[in-house]
């Protein structure tokens, strides 16, 4: 309830960052006419970690216009701590960003790709590309995809993957275990693995969900078996199918990456955008301010 997302729900923001969220609301005559949860770590208002947005939930019955939103926004960026750097991405519900413009806040599009009718398999697989069509009839062969519990798996083929490239992992284990078992807590979630007859796992996927959209979360596979299987499409696949029994849209979590985007608009994936906010603090400010003149002292060469 009061809610645009999962992602916006106490139990999710328990799970992602225990003891730094805390929510923001405006009331009137005992009725909550908008909420919005914001997290403060230190001096800096962030996103948590697996979180794509968290937006300002507004009553319909109440905040009808875009003068409405904006006495919304303006008094809610009212209640923000003063001083702390931002760094936010709203809600695709939250259109309307000019009062942060107008409070000194910088605008970034952020982008993720949605599948916006469930409704149809038939007709979703349809608009998929051939390349992925042939991908899942190749995994089919290969592979069977079913539910798991085994979030260990997942951790240890994700790590792998990040070592494999190089890359720290950038998410601390124990935030995805909480993730998980928050929301098999609140029947929120399907881990599907792909294994094949001897029970080696190709690929793994964590999906959560609410009654309005299914989120792909994390996804990891093994390099050399997934490159001859495909069992990666084919786990996306059922997730797909899996969240027309739970939600309205499927939300592949996109990126800004190119490639990534590609990947996704292969699944039949439209571009959806959301606004990110930023901020620095006074000490950010006063510091982009100096740094050309620090970066001349320096003799930097541009």
């Excluded at 929301?183 to 029970?199: F, I, T």
């Amino acid at each position: 309830m009061y809610t645009n997302s999962i992602f916006e729900e106490g139990w999710w923001l328990d799970a992602v960052a225990p003891g730094q969220w805390r929510e923001l609301k405006i009331e009137r005559d005992g009725v909550i006419i908008a909420r919005w949860p914001i997290v403060i770590s230190g001096k800096k208002m962030k996103i948590p970690k697996y979180t794509q947005t968290i937006g300002i939930w507004m009553n319909p019955e109440y905040v009808k216009t875009i003068a409405d939103e904006e006495e919304v926004y303006l008094q809610f960026i009212e209640q923000l701590p003063k001083n702390v750097k931002a760094e936010w991405s709203l809600a695709p519900e939250n259109h309307f960003y000019l009062p942060f413009v107008w409070k000194g806040f910088n605008i970034s599009v952020g982008a993720t790709y949605v599948i916006d009718d469930l409704t149809d398999m038939d007709a979703t697989l349809s608009q998929m590309s051939d390349m992925v069509r042939r991908n899942i009839k190749t995994a089919m062969k290969k592979v069977v995809v079913k539910e798991s519990s085994d979030i260990e798996k997942l951790i240890e083929m994700s790590l792998t993957t990040y070592s494999r490239q190089g890359r720290a992992y950038i998410v601390k284990p124990e935030i995805l275990r909480r993730v998980y078992k928050a929301a098999k807590e609140h029947n929120a979630c399907s881990l599907l693995a792909a294994k094949d007859a001897d029970g080696n796992v190709h690929s793994m996927s964590l999906f959560v969900y609410d009654e309005n959209k299914c989120y792909y979360l994390v996804g990891a596979s093994d390099t050399e078996l997934n490159s001859k299987s495909k069992a990666h499409t084919l786990v996306l696949w059922e997730g797909i199918k899996m969240a027309s029994q739970h939600s309205k849209v499927f939300d592949f979590e996109g990126s800004t990456i190119q490639g990534i985007g590609t990947f996704f608009r292969r699944f039949g994936g439209k571009f959806a955008p959301h606004y990110t906010i930023t901020k620095n603090n006074l000490w950010g400010d006063l510091f982009h301010v100096l740094k050309p003149r620090i970066k001349n002292l320096l003799g930097h060469k541009k």
